[in-house]
C-alpha cells in the first residue's frame, strides 16, 4: 500500500496536471451560476458544540480537542479565544469553528481580524476607522491580491530588518490564508460532482445527476483509468472541458480538506499520522478505495455538511460522527486526555486566577486603609490562596494532559514562577504576618498572568505543543527545569520585595516604626538564599543534562551563562552582606539588579538567536524586556536618591546574626 | 607568620570573592554577547580559556581585564580557604564549608576536563563499521609509506607540534627509519587554495598558492593549510602544499617508495568497533519537528558483539569514552535511503564529577539555609511567646 506521503505527492502531481490542462481547455465555459451562500439562521445547539469540542483531531504533531485547535486559531485571527457573529451574538472558539466549516459565508461576515495598526491599511490601500481594529474577511478580501503581493516582498526581507508593520501585513496575510483554508476544509463532502458527458469519466456517472464524492470510492479504479486517459487525450476530445470542470473543484477540494486530520487510523496501522477528509478523496487519484470504515465515516461528514441547516438533525449526525471517530481514537490510546483538555479549557482556570489575584490586590489595598480589620486581612489572605490553588490544578491539569513536568514551554515557565513566588509570598506572610507577602502575592499574581495571558496571545500557538526530540524526557525536564524555575521566581521575587523598600523609603513610609524594614531586610535576604539554593543546583543539573545529551558539562552556551550570571549575582550579594561591604540599601538596590540578570536569563538571552538551546528562542519581546530593564533602572535610580535624602544613621548589618 | 596570616585572610576573604564573582559575571556577559557576532570558539578562547584579554567596548575604547581560567584559579584558592575558614566556626557553618568544597570539586573537575577531555565525531554509514573517531578542532599531518604492504603504518604530528609554525618559520620533523626530513612552514588553521596569477606573492607549488583566510564563526569551517619541504637524506628537496580540502594527499617517490602527506582532522583509534546496523529518525506525525533520534548499533570488542541503542540524553558510557548521538544525514533521505549517524565522542577523566559536585552543594547549602531558617523561625517564636 503506497504510503500517505506518496499519495499526497500523487495527488500534488495530480492537480498541477490537471489545473496545467485547464489552462489548455481554451473553450471551457464559465461556471453555469454562483452556488447558494451557506448561511447560519439559527444558534448552534448546545449539544452539538459539546460533541464538536471534544472531537479530537491530530495537529502540530500531537492529538488534541477540536476546541483547542479553534480557540487558539481564533486567538491568533482575533487576540481574543472569542468573537461575535453577524448579529452581535458572541461564538466561542468551537461555534466560530463550526462556522467557518458549515456556513463559511456567515463566517466571512464577522469581524475577527485583528489589525493592531492602520498602517496596514494604509498600505493595501483600504479605509479605517480606528487605528486598531477588527475586520471580516468580506472587508479585506478587495485587496486580497495585493495583499499576497505584499506579503511576498516584505518576506523577503530579514526578519530582523523588517519595519513592523510589514510584520503585521504578512500575519494578515497568513491568517487570511488559515481563514481560507478553514472556509473550503469541508468543500470535500459538500461538494457534488456531474459526471455525466465528461469524456472518460462518463462511464462513472450516476444515472440521476450529481453524486457526492463517497460514491465514487467503490470506483476508484476506474476513476484512476478515466483519469490516465483524461491526461492521455488532447483537449479538443469530447467531454474534456466538462470533465476538468468537474475535476479542477475536486482537487482544490481535496487538497483544502487536509487541513484537519480527523481520522484516527487503525490500532494495528504501522503509521501514526491521522487522515483528514483530504487524505481519503485523495486516494481517488491514486487509484484507491479508502478501507470501508474510513469511507463511513466520510459519509458521515457529508450528511452532516447536508443536515447543518437543520439543526436537531445535524446533531443527531453529530453524535453518530463523534462516536465513531472517538472510538478509533480510543482503540489507540489517544483519546484519554481529550475531555481533560477541553475541561482546562472551558473551566479556564489561568484567567479566574488573574481575577481573584486583582480581586486580593483591591483587597490588600483596602487593608492598608483599615489595617485593624481582621475580616479584610482574612478574606485578603483567602483572595490570595484561592487563585493559588486554581493555578496548582491548571498546572496539574496540564501535566496529566500532557503527561509532563509542569515546566515544558516559555509559557509554562511564567505559569510555574508566578506560581512559586506566591508560594513564598504565602510561607512569608506566614511567617511575618505583616502583610508584606500578602501584597507582594497579589501584585506579583497579577502582574504575572497578565503577562502570561499577554504572551499567549502574542505567540498565538498552541502552549502544549510537541516536543523537539532533546527535549524528550521527564527526568531533566522535571529536575533541571524546575528547579531552575523555581530559583527564577525567589530571584524575581527577592527584586520585587525590594521595591518595597525603595518605594518605602523614598516615600518615608514607617519611617520612625523600626518594624517596616528590618523584617522586610530579612526576607529579600532569605528569599535570596532560596533563590541561590534553587539556581545553582538547577544550573549544575543542566550542565548534567548538558553532557548527557550533548557530551559536555559546559559549553558557555548563552542560556548556560544567564543561569550563570543569576548564581554570580546572587554570590555577589550574599558574600557582600557578609562582609559588609553593603548594607540595607546596598542590598536591595543590589536585589532589585539581581530581577533585571533573572529576566535576561529567562527571556533575554532568547533573543540573541544562538547557542544550542534554540527551541527556546524568541522574538516580539525586546520591547517588554527594554521596558522592563528601564523601570528597573529607574527603580535603582529612585533607590540611590532616596539613600542620599535618607541621613538618619544607618540601619545594622540586616543579616547579621540571623539568617546568613 | 604575620605576613603569611595576611595572605591568607586576604586570599580568604569576602572582599576578594565578591570582586572575583563581580569579574566572572562581567566576563561571562561580555563572552555572551561576543558569541553573536564570532561565534562560541573564539568566544571561548577569548573570555573563559584565557588569562587576561582585551575587551573593546563599544567598539573603539580598549579595556583590559582578568580572563576566565585566572579569576576561577583565584576563585578555586578563595574557595578553599574560605570553607577552611568556616571550617574553624564550628558546626553553625558546616554546610557552608560543605558548599565551598563542593564549588572546588566542581572547578576542579572542570579543570580536569579542560586540561585532559578530548572529543570528536565518528561518522557512520548504516551497516558500516568504525574503530576510530575524529577531532572537531585539532589537525595532524599524516605520512605513510603506500608502497609497504602493511600500509596502514602512519606517521603522525600533531597539530600541537606544527600550530607555531605561521608565516616564515619552520619547523623540521624526523622520522628514524624515513629516508627523508620534513619541513613544515606557512601554517594557517583557515587557508583558500588559490591559483597564481604570476609575480610576486607567496611562493608557489606548480602553479597554486595557500592564502590565510580569517577564521570562521564555526571553527569546523576552517580549512588549514600549510606548506611542506620534503628533504631526503640524498637528492632534491620536493616542495608541496597540504590543505585541509585536498582531494588527495601530496605524494613523493623515494627510493621506489611512494610516500603520501595528508593534513587533516586528528584521529583518535579505539580499541573496540562500533558497527551502525540502523539509524531511526521519528517525526512528530504530520510535522517535521524530529521526535527521536535512534542509533541502534552492535559494539564489537575481542569477537564479542553487544546490540545496543544511543538516543538523545541516553549516550553510550565505555572504557572512559561516551557517545551521543548527535546529528545524522542525508539532510533529505528518503525513506528507504542508506542513512548515516554522527556520534559525539568525548573521553573526559572527569565525566561524572559534576554530578557528585552537584550532591555535595546541594546538601551544603540545604543543611545551612535549613539551620539558619529553623534558627530564625525558633527566635521569632521566643519573642512572641
Not at chain 1, 237 to 255: C, F, I, S, T, Y
Request: glycine content about 8%.
Amino acid at each position: 500500500m503506497k504510503t500517505l506521503r506518496t499519495l499526497s505527492i500523487s495527488i500534488l502531481l495530480t492537480i498541477f496536471v490537471l489545473t496545467s490542462l485547464s489552462a489548455l481547455a481554451q473553450d471551457a465555459p464559465a461556471a453555469a451560476s454562483a452556488p447558494a451562500k451557506l448561511l447560519r439562521t439559527q444558534a448552534w445547539d448546545k449539544e452539538a458544540v459539546g460533541l464538536f469540542e471534544s472531537l479530537a483531531i491530530q495537529e502540530g504533531g500531537r492529538i488534541k480537542p477540536l476546541k483547542t485547535y479553534a480557540d487558539v486559531l481564533l486567538l491568533k485571527l482575533n487576540g481574543r479565544r472569542s468573537c461575535r457573529d453577524a448579529q452581535e451574538a458572541k461564538l466561542d472558539g468551537t461555534q466560530w469553528l463550526m462556522d467557518c466549516l458549515f456556513f463559511p459565508d456567515s463566517a466571512r461576515q464577522y469581524k475577527m481580524f485583528l489589525i493592531e495598526n492602520s498602517d496596514v491599511l494604509v498600505d493595501l490601500g483600504l479605509s479605517y476607522t480606528k487605528r486598531r481594529d477588527r475586520y471580516s474577511y468580506d472587508d479585506l478580501v478587495a485587496a486580497r491580491t495585493l495583499l499576497m503581493d505584499r506579503a511576498r516582498t516584505y518576506s523577503s526581507i530579514e526578519a530582523p530588518l523588517r519595519r513592523l508593520g510589514q510584520t503585521q501585513l504578512i500575519n494578515l496575510a497568513t491568517n487570511m490564508m488559515d481563514f481560507e483554508s478553514l472556509t473550503h476544509a469541508l468543500d470535500v463532502v459538500r461538494m457534488r460532482l456531474d459526471l455525466r458527458d465528461t469524456g472518460p469519466f462518463s462511464a462513472l456517472a450516476a444515472g440521476t445527476g450529481p453524486q457526492p464524492v463517497s460514491a465514487l470510492f467503490p470506483k476508484a479504479a476506474e476513476f484512476s483509468v478515466a483519469l490516465q486517459a483524461l491526461r492521455q487525450g488532447q483537449a479538443q476530445d469530447p467531454g474534456h472541458a466538462a470533465a476538468m470542470r468537474a475535476l479542477n473543484p475536486l482537487g482544490e477540494a481535496v487538497d483544502s480538506a487536509s487541513t484537519l486530520s480527523f481520522i484516527a487510523p487503525p490500532a494495528t496501522d504501522a503509521t501514526s499520522e491521522w487522515r483528514s477528509l483530504g487524505s481519503l478523496a485523495g486516494q481517488l487519484f491514486g487509484g484507491q478505495t479508502p478501507p470501508a470504515d474510513e469511507a463511513a465515516v466520510f459519509s458521515t461528514f457529508e450528511a452532516l455538511a447536508d443536515a447543518a441547516p437543520t439543526p436537531a438533525v445535524f446533531t443527531e449526525k453529530a453524535r453518530a460522527l463523534h462516536t465513531a471517530l472517538a472510538v478509533r481514537a480510543q482503540v489507540r490510546g489517544e483519546y484519554r486526555a481529550i475531555g481533560l483538555e477541553v475541561l482546562y479549557h472551558k473551566a479556564d482556570l489561568v484567567y479566574y486566577s488573574l481575577c481573584f489575584y486583582v480581586l486580593c490586590f483591591l483587597g490588600v489595598a483596602a487593608s492598608w486603609v483599615r489595617p485593624k480589620s481582621l475580616l479584610l486581612y482574612r478574606s485578603d489572605l483567602f483572595l490570595l490562596a484561592l487563585p493559588t490553588v486554581l493555578l496548582a490544578i491548571a498546572i496539574a491539569m496540564r501535566c496529566t494532559i500532557r503527561l509532563r513536568p509542569p515546566v515544558t514551554t516559555l509559557y509554562e515557565t511564567i505559569l510555574f514562577v508566578v506560581w512559586s513566588a506566591i508560594v513564598v509570598c504565602l510561607f512569608i506572610e506566614w511567617i511575618q504576618r505583616n502583610k508584606l507577602g500578602l501584597s507582594m502575592g497579589a501584585i506579583l499574581g497579577m502582574i504575572g498572568l497578565f503577562l502570561a495571558n499577554k504572551y499567549e496571545v502574542m505567540e498565538g500557538e498552541d502552549t502544549m505543543p510537541s516536543m523537539v526530540a532533546v527535549l524528550n524526557t521527564n527526568f531533566w525536564l522535571g529536575t533541571h527545569v524546575t528547579t531552575i524555575t523555581i530559583g527564577y521566581a525567589a530571584g524575581l521575587l527577592a527584586g520585587a520585595l525590594s521595591h518595597a523598600f525603595v518605594f518605602g523609603k523614598l516615600f518615608r513610609v514607617d519611617k520612625k516604626v523600626a518594624g517596616y524594614y528590618r523584617p522586610l531586610d530579612r526576607v529579600v535576604y532569605g528569599v535570596l538564599c532560596f533563590s541561590l539554593l534553587f539556581s545553582i543546583v538547577g544550573t549544575i543539573l543542566g550542565g548534567i543534562w548538558a553532557n548527557e545529551s550533548w557530551g559536555r558539562f559546559w559549553g558557555w552556551d548563552p542560556k548556560e551563562n544567564g543561569a550563570l550570571l543569576i548564581c554570580l549575582w546572587q554570590l555577589t550579594i550574599l558574600h557582600a552582606v557578609r562582609g559588609r561591604y553593603i548594607r540595607d540599601y546596598g542590598l536591595h538596590l543590589a536585589s532589585v539588579f539581581g530581577a533585571v540578570v533573572v529576566a535576561f536569563s529567562w527571556f533575554g538571552v532568547n533573543q540573541l538567536g544562538v547557542g544550542l538551546h534554540s527551541y527556546g528562542f524568541t522574538s516580539g519581546i525586546s520591547k517588554a524586556l527594554l521596558i522592563f530593564y528601564s523601570i528597573e533602572c529607574v527603580v535603582m535610580a529612585l533607590g540611590v536618591l532616596a539613600w542620599g535624602l535618607d541621613r538618619g544613621p544607618r540601619a545594622e548589618n540586616p543579616t547579621e546574626g540571623n539568617l546568613a | 607568620m604575620q605576613a603569611l596570616k595576611k595572605t591568607f585572610n586576604f586570599l580568604a576573604s569576602y572582599g576578594l570573592a565578591c570582586v572575583l564573582f563581580i569579574l566572572l559575571f562581567l566576563l561571562t556577559f561580555l563572552g555572551t554577547l561576543y558569541q553573536v557576532d564570532h561565534g562560541l570558539f573564539a568566544a571561548q578562547k577569548k573570555y573563559f580559556e584565557s588569562i587576561v584579554l582585551v575587551h573593546q567596548a563599544f567598539g573603539f575604547l580598549p579595556i583590559p581585564l582578568p580572563g576566565g581560567y585566572l579569576v576561577m584559579s583565584l576563585l578555586f584558592i578563595n574557595l578553599l580557604l574560605g570553607g577552611f575558614l568556616r571550617l574553624r566556626e564550628g558546626w553553625v557553618k558546616m554546610g557552608v564549608a560543605i558548599t565551598h568544597f563542593g564549588m572546588c570539586m566542581l572547578i576542579a573537575g572542570s579543570y580536569i576536563t579542560f586540561r585532559e577531555s578530548f572529543g570528536g565525531h565518528l561518522t557512520i554509514n548504516e551497516g558500516e563499521t568504525q574503530s576510530e573517531f575524529v577531532s572537531y578542532h585539532e589537525w595532524e599531518v599524516v605520512v605513510t609509506d603506500v608502497s609497504r604492504p602493511d600500509a596502514a603504518l602512519e606517521y603522525l604530528i600533531q597539530e600541537a607540534s606544527f600550530a607555531r609554525f605561521t608565516g616564515e618559520s619552520e619547523g623540521t620533523f624526523n622520522f628514524g627509519d624515513l629516508p627523508f626530513t620534513l619541513k613544515l612552514s606557512r601554517f594557517s588553521r583557515n587557508t583558500a587554495l588559490k591559483k597564481s596569477s604570476g609575480t610576486g606573492g607567496p611562493p608557489t607549488v606548480d602553479g597554486y598558492y595557500l592564502e590565510p583566510q580569517p577564521e570562521e564563526r564555526d571553527d569546523e569551517s576552517n580549512d588549514a593549510g600549510a606548506y611542506i619541504q620534503v628533504l631526503p637524506t640524498q637528492g632534491e628537496a620536493k616542495p608541496g602544499l597540504l590543505w585541509g580540502q585536498a582531494r588527495k594527499p601530496f605524494s613523493v617517490v623515494l627510493d621506489g617508495r611512494t610516500f603520501t602527506f595528508e593534513l587533516r582532522k586528528r584521529r583518535f583509534p579505539l580499541s573496540f568497533a562500533l558497527r551502525l546496523d540502523k539509524f531511526t529518525f521519528e517525526r512528530h506525525p504530520g510535522t517535521m519537528m524530529a521526535k527521536v533520534y535512534r542509533s541502534s548499533v552492535t559494539k564489537i570488542e575481542g569477537g564479542v558483539e553487544e546490540a545496543i541503542e544511543i538516543t538523545m540524553n541516553e549516550p553510550l558510557r565505555h572504557l572512559g569514552y561516551t557517545f551521543y548521538q548527535s546529528s545524522y544525514g542525508p539532510p533529505n533521505a528518503k525513506p528507504g535511503d542508506r542513512m548515516y549517524s554522527v556520534l559525539a565522542v568525548v573521553r573526559n577523566p572527569a565525566d561524572q564529577v559534576p554530578l557528585y559536585s552537584c550532591l555535595v552543594i546541594a546538601l551544603g547549602m540545604v543543611a545551612h539555609f535549613l539551620l539558619a531558617l529553623f534558627r530564625y523561625l525558633k527566635r521569632e517564636t521566643r519573642k512572641s511567646s
